[in-house]
């Protein structure tokens, strides 16, 4: 069946750029969305945005400006870079497949993003 | 933005028991809502979209119901292993999760 295994860097300082990936395997890119969700300690979920295997992205509008996810389809993998952090975005970072019209089925094991100087 | 509320947010409840929690949303989202699980540490996991369909593995103690702006996820008989925090999500512009509500044991 499909898994996603993810890293990046778990410690960051405020104002750097926070980088990690997902790896797919078991199944295609196509025909998919590839998304991103974090949960700040204690708290909720948040979606970030989306790829798929063209690279067509959307992203929450409150995080736009800092947000990029690319596509590596020779790799099958997806990335997530969120420039300038802040304490903020210290969460747990997941990511997940989901169809165009389905949610997502299935999730990456997590990476604690923790930002403190 | 399309806000979803959650209610309650904290329920205690004993084995057996059924279970109702209400997702509502800001304006109107057709059937766009999922709900998932999750458990302490680790990722969420679907358990109902479209509203009410159940995702494939999913005990059938779990139902989801509504439309529009008010949905339900329901629990006809807790099990131990139900004792966990539910999220509901819509679908219909970009994605957004209500605040979640935890079911612990009485």
């Known amino acids: 069946q499909v898994q996603l295994r993810q890293w990046g860097a778990g410690l960051l300082k405020p104002s750097e750029t926070l980088s990690l990936s997902c790896a797919v395997s078991?199944?295609?890119?196509?025909?998919?969305?590839w998304s991103w969700i974090r949960q700040p300690p204690g708290k909720g979920l948040e979606w970030i945005g989306e790829?798929?295997?063209?690279?067509?992205?959307n992203y929450i509008p409150s995080l736009k400006s800092r947000v990029t996810i690319s596509v590596a389809t020779s790799k099958k993998q997806f990335s997530l870079k969120l420039t300038s952090v802040t304490a903020a975005d210290t969460a747990v970072y997941y990511c997940?497949?989901?169809?165009?019209?389905?949610?997502?089925?299935?999730w990456g094991q997590g990476t604690t993003v923790t930002v403190s100087s | 933005d399309i806000q979803l509320t959650q209610s309650p947010s904290f329920l205690s409840a004993s084995v057996g028991d059924r279970v109702t929690i209400t997702c509502r949303a800001s304006?109107?989202?057709?059937?766009?809502v999922a709900w998932y699980q999750q458990k302490p540490g680790t990722a969420p996991k679907l358990l109902i979209h479209?509203?009410?369909t159940l995702q494939t593995g999913v005990p059938s103690r779990f139902s989801g119901s509504g439309v529009g702006t008010e949905f339900t996820l329901t629990i006809s008989s807790l099990q131990p292993e139900d004792f966990a925090t539910y999220y509901c999500?819509?679908?219909?512009?970009?994605?957004?999760f209500g605040q979640g509500t935890k079911v612990d044991i009485k």
């Open positions: 997940a497949r989901k169809t165009s019209t389905r949610p997502m089925d299935v």
């Open positions: 078991g199944g295609s890119l196509s025909g998919y969305y």
């Open positions: 790829i798929n295997h063209t690279g067509s992205t």
């Open positions: 304006q109107g989202i057709s059937s766009s």
């Open positions: 479209d509203a009410s």
């Open positions: 999500q819509q679908l219909s512009v970009y994605q957004t």
